[in-house]
C-alpha cells in the first residue's frame, strides 16, 4: 500500500517500510512532480515535470491546478480532446503509481490519498473515480493536516502537545487544530478555503507587476512570464529583494512589494483560523507548536502573519512540501496493521455540517421552505451519533420527503445535497403536542458513512437510509460491521445511566430543600438538562461537573459520602 499527496501545484508518493516512512522519487531523481498534463508538439501525452515546461512554452498545450475543480463539471480542451478534473487527476495518479512500481519493483494496487480537510463530499468522490481509473484501489481518504500530524506524530510518540497545522499549498489552504498524547492524534477542529494558495500569490504578484510598470506580456510568453515572477516570489522567502526581467530590463522586488501585492489573499488567512480556535475552543496563547505545511507556508508575509496571529515563531520542523506524503504513507502502515505504528491512534472529526431541509412560519399561516437545520455540526469528533424531532406542517399530511445536506450556509440552496428519505404514514395521533412527530438520528464515522435513521412517533415504524464517502469502497458486510460498531453511540445523552443517576440525585435532594437553596439547584440542573438536549460531549461534561459538585457539598453536609456518578 502507499500513500499519495495529490497536489494543487505537485504531487509525492510515499510508502512505509522497515518501520518509516519513504518518499519515492522518479527517474530524474525527483520527489516533487508536477501536477501538470500538456500535449506535445507532435500530439503525445506530457505529464509531471515534461508537461510543466511545454505549458511554459505554449500556455494552451495543457492545464495545470486542475485540483481546485474537483468535484465540478469544469472541462479543458487540448491536445484535439476534452478533459475534465477526474481525467487528468487519473493521470498524475497513474504516474505515482508507476514511479511507485518503478521503485518497488512490484505491483501496487492499493494507496491511501491526501485531500484538503474542506473537501467536500463530491470532491472527495471525484478524487476516489480518478483513483479507480488509474487502477488503484482507495483504502482511505485523509485530510491533508491530519496527514502531517501523523508524520509529526510519528517522530513524536511520546511529545504531549497541542499543534495547529497551517497548511498553505498550491491550490487550497487549510488549518487543523490536534493534540498529541501517548500515541494518540486527536483531531479538535478544521477550517478552511479550496481556491486560496500560492498560484494565487503568483497571479497577484504578476498583476501587481504589470500595473506598477505599465507593461503586459504577449500571449505566447505568459507561461514563461509567470514562471519568472514565481521564482522571484520564491526567492523573496530567502531574499529581502530578488529581480525579475521585464521588457529587456531587471525589475527588483521587494519583500515589501509582495506584502503590498497580496495583501488581500493574506487577509483572507485571517477569519479561517479564527474559526477553528474558536471551533477547538482554544486560544492562540494555548497552542505549544505551529506545523507549517505546503510549500507556500515558506513565504516571509505569511510566517509573518502567523507571529503577528498567534505569537509563535515557526520553525520548519519536516520539509512542508514532504510532510503530508510522509503522513499518508504513515496512515498507510495503519491501514496495513504495520508493528511499528501499532501504538498510534488516529481520531478524526466531521469536516462540515450534516443536517436537513425544514420549513420555518415566516409569517402568520405563510411559510417558507430551504430552511437548513443543523444535527451533527462541524469538528464534532467522530464517530457521532445525534438525533432532533421534527413534525409536519399540518395534521392531514402523512408523507414527508426528507433533504439531506452538509454544509455551513442557513439555506440549503447554499449547500450541498447528500441524500433523500421518504416517510410515510405520519399521522396526527390523539396527545401528540405536534401533528406527525418524526425522530432523525445522524450517526457518523471515521470511513465518512452517515447512517440516517427516522423514527415515526406514532407507529414506532424505522426507515434507514446510508450515505456512504466512499460509494463502493466498502463491501455490505464491512458497512454492517462499522454500523455496528456505532450502536452504543445511539442511545440519547439523557438516556446513559451516569446522566439519568444525576437527574434522581437531584431530584431527591430538590425535595428536601426549600427556599433559595432550592431555586440554586434549579439553576445548577436547568443547564444540565438543556446540554443533554444539545447532545454537545463537552457541554454535558462541564455542567455535570458543576452539578455533581453541587450535589456533593449537599451529601457531605449531610455526613454522607457519594462518590462520582460517572467514574471515568
Not at 6 to 15: E, P, R
Request: glycine share 8%; with cysteine.
Amino acid at each position: 500500500m502507499i500513500g499519495i499527496d495529490l497536489g494543487t501545484t505537485n504531487s509525492l508518493v510515499a510508502v512505509f517500510e522497515k518501520g518509516g516512512p519513504r518518499i519515492l522519487a522518479n527517474e530524474l531523481g525527483e520527489e516533487l512532480t508536477p501536477s501538470v498534463i500538456a500535449a506535445s508538439e507532435d500530439g503525445g501525452l506530457l505529464v509531471g515535470r515534461a508537461a510543466k515546461d511545454r505549458l511554459i512554452l505554449d500556455p494552451k498545450s495543457g492545464v495545470a491546478c486542475f485540483k481546485r475543480d474537483m468535484g465540478t463539471s469544469a472541462r479543458y480542451s487540448f491536445g484535439g480532446k476534452e478533459w475534465n478534473p477526474v481525467t487528468c487527476s487519473a493521470l498524475i495518479l497513474s504516474e505515482m503509481k508507476r514511479i511507485a512500481e518503478m521503485n518497488l519493483g512490484t505491483e501496487v494496487t492499493h494507496v491511501v490519498i491526501t485531500v484538503p480537510a474542506y473537501f467536500h463530499d463530491q470532491q472527495r468522490q471525484a478524487t476516489i473515480e480518478a483513483a479507480n481509473i488509474a487502477g488503484l484501489s482507495v483504502d482511505r481518504i485523509i485530510n491533508e493536516p491530519t496527514a502531517a500530524a501523523l508524520a509529526y506524530g510519528y517522530r513524536n510518540p511520546d511529545q504531549e502537545t497541542r499543534i495547529l497545522v497551517f497548511d498553505l499549498g498550491g491550490g487550497t489552504f487549510d488549518v487543523t487544530l490536534l493534540e498529541i498524547f501517548d500515541g494518540v492524534v486527536e483531531v479538535k477542529s478544521s477550517a478552511g478555503e479550496s481556491r486560496l494558495g500560492g498560484e494565487d500569490y503568483t497571479d497577484a504578484l504578476c498583476q501587481w507587476i504589470e500595473a506598477r510598470h505599465g507593461w503586459k506580456p504577449e500571449a505566447s510568453q505568459t507561461g514563461n512570464w509567470r514562471q519568472r515572477v514565481e521564482v522571484a516570489k520564491r526567492m523573496l522567502a530567502v531574499h529581502e529583494v530578488a529581480s525579475v526581467s521585464l521588457d529587456q530590463r531587471l525589475v527588483e522586488i521587494s519583500r515589501n512589494d509582495l506584502r503590498d501585492a497580496t495583501a488581500a489573499l493574506t487577509a483572507r488567512l485571517r477569519p479561517v483560523v479564527s474559526r477553528c480556535l474558536r471551533d477547538g475552543d482554544t486560544s492562540a496563547s494555548e497552542i505549544d507548536d505551529v506545523l507549517l505545511v505546503g510549500g507556500a507556508s515558506r513565504m516571509t508575509i505569511v510566517q509573518d502573519f502567523i507571529h503577528e496571529q498567534l505569537k509563535r515563531i515557526t520553525r520548519i520542523r519536516i520539509d512542508p512540501d514532504r510532510v503530508v506524503a510522509l503522513g499518508a504513507a504513515v496512515q498507510a502502515g495503519l491501514s496495513a496493521n504495520d508493528d511499528a505504528v501499532s501504538d498510534i491512534v488516529l481520531t478524526d472529526v466531521c469536516p462540515h455540517t450534516l443536517g436537513v431541509e425544514t420549513t420555518k412560519e415566516v409569517g402568520f399561516g405563510k411559510h417558507e421552505p430551504g430552511y437548513f437545520s443543523p444535527i451533527i455540526d462541524r469538528n464534532t469528533t467522530v464517530p457521532a451519533s445525534r438525533s432532533r424531532l421534527f413534525h409536519t406542517l399540518h395534521p392531514q399530511q402523512d408523507r414527508v420527503q426528507l433533504q439531506i445536506f452538509q454544509g455551513e450556509a442557513r439555506l440549503t440552496t447554499e449547500n450541498k445535497k447528500i441524500g433523500q428519505i421518504q416517510i410515510d404514514g405520519l399521522r396526527h395521533q390523539p396527545g401528540q403536542k405536534r401533528p406527525g412527530e418524526f425522530d432523525v438520528r445522524f450517526t457518523y464515522d471515521m470511513n465518512g458513512i452517515l447512517e440516517v435513521e427516522v423514527t415515526n412517533l406514532s407507529s414506532g415504524l424505522k426507515k434507514r437510509l446510508i450515505v456512504e464517502q466512499r460509494p463502493g469502497s466498502l463491501t455490505k458486510k464491512e458497512i454492517d460491521e462499522a454500523l455496528a460498531r456505532l450502536q452504543p453511540l445511539k442511545l440519547h445523552p439523557r438516556d446513559l445511566l451516569p446522566n439519568r443517576a444525576r437527574l434522581e440525585r437531584a431530584n431527591r435532594v430538590y425535595a428536601e430543600l426549600i427556599g433559595p437553596a432550592r431555586e440554586h439547584l434549579t439553576a445548577v440542573v436547568d443547564p444540565f438538562e438543556a446540554a443533554l438536549e444539545s447532545q454537545d460531549p463537552t457541554l454535558i461534561k462541564q455542567t455535570a461537573a458543576v452539578l455533581d459538585s453541587f450535589l456533593r457539598g449537599f451529601f457531605e453536609h449531610e455526613g454522607e459520602t457519594q462518590p462520582d456518578s460517572d467514574p471515568s
